[in-house]
């Protein structure tokens, strides 16, 4: 099958994207074609210095590769070194009524955090065109992205409604067990990298800040070791996040710390943590040091997704009647 997927530039990669998308492709990329991106067009549509922003977008592929994404087996690029990408996303917009952007939900999130604009607004219709410029047919993403997908799928059979069938309808892919890992700080809420550093654990943290984090995670009233997430949404949360990185049942664990304490749970994660995310650390820093390497990493995936992308793009400029150059 082929795959695509990608994430914005921006932020750490915390343990819930890890578990939510990038496990997924680690899993994904033995048997299939894959496209893994590092969407830098999505990342300008809200604030973000320009200065820094090519640095961080080397990161971000870094984080591909420390992962676990492996270059002969995927695709890597950044997303606007294609740019059929953006002249596609011009022509879905033709297709897209304009009541099912407004219906997203990060569209209303996003347009009361930061300052309204179009690229907000048409953020899905970019996200439908990474993924049907490619003829994707399944695209593992977290469970927040799961909307944006069907839209896809959506824009997909209208296109080949009115021109003819030029793109293949993808399907959605969620990791059902660790897709949605929640705050250390507030558990009724997702883990994300946009808020307090305390409230997340990114892939690469150091052994003294996972225990900090940890240790300062928000647990529940009582003392019993249950998975209850409407009653103990903390100790609930905790669970989960051992189970992931465990790959035990949350039930197993549950019988290894009965009649122990919240701080024995905390403690234990913590150890896990540590042990399992250490090679991810050390992965990373060796990649820091070999930029040119990361560099040719990109341009060879760019010109390898170009020549999937011009040929899709010349099927599609004849359907909608446009000259092809």
Request: hydrophobic residues 35%.
């Amino acid at each position: 099958m082929r795959i695509f997927s990608g994430i914005q530039p921006t932020g750490n990669i915390h343990i819930g994207n890890y578990s939510g998308a990038i496990k997924q492709w680690i899993d994904l990329q033995d048997k299939n074609e894959c496209l893994f991106c590092v969407v830098d067009l999505h990342a300008i549509t809200t604030p973000y210095d320009p200065e820094t922003f090519q640095k961080m977008c080397m990161e971000k592929a870094i984080v591909y590769l420390a992962a676990g994404i492996d270059p002969e087996k995927a695709i890597i690029f950044l997303q606007s070194s294609v740019k059929e990408h953006s002249e596609l996303c011009w022509l879905l917009n033709t297709v897209t009524p304009l009541g099912e952007l407004y219906r997203m939900t990060q569209y209303k999130e996003k347009s009361q955090k930061h300052k309204e604009n179009a690229g907000i607004l048409n953020y899905p219709v970019l996200m439908a065109a990474d993924i049907l410029l490619y003829d994707t047919e399944v695209v593992p993403v977290g469970e927040d992205q799961k909307q944006h997908v069907e839209l896809a799928k959506d824009i997909a059979r209208r296109f080949n409604s009115y021109f003819g069938e030029t793109f293949t309808v993808p399907k959605v892919q969620i990791l059902k067990t660790g897709a949605r890992v929640m705050s250390l700080s507030d558990p009724t809420k997702k883990m994300s990298k946009s808020d307090d550093e305390d409230s997340y654990i990114s892939l690469f943290d150091s052994p003294e800040k996972i225990r900090k984090k940890i240790s300062r995670a928000v647990t529940d009233t009582g003392k019993e070791i249950k998975y209850d997430k409407k009653n103990k949404p903390g100790i609930s949360n905790l669970l989960s996040i051992y189970s992931i990185f465990s790959e035990k049942k949350i039930e197993e664990i549950e019988k290894e710390m009965k009649d122990k304490s919240y701080k024995d749970l905390k403690d234990d994660l913590a150890s896990l943590l540590t042990e399992k995310l250490e090679p991810f650390r050390r992965k990373k820093e060796e990649l820091s040091k070999r930029e040119i390497y990361v560099q040719e990493i990109l341009k060879k995936g760019a010109e390898r997704a170009r020549v999937m992308a011009e040929e899709k793009m010349e099927e599609v400029r004849k359907k909608v009647g446009l000259q092809n150059n």
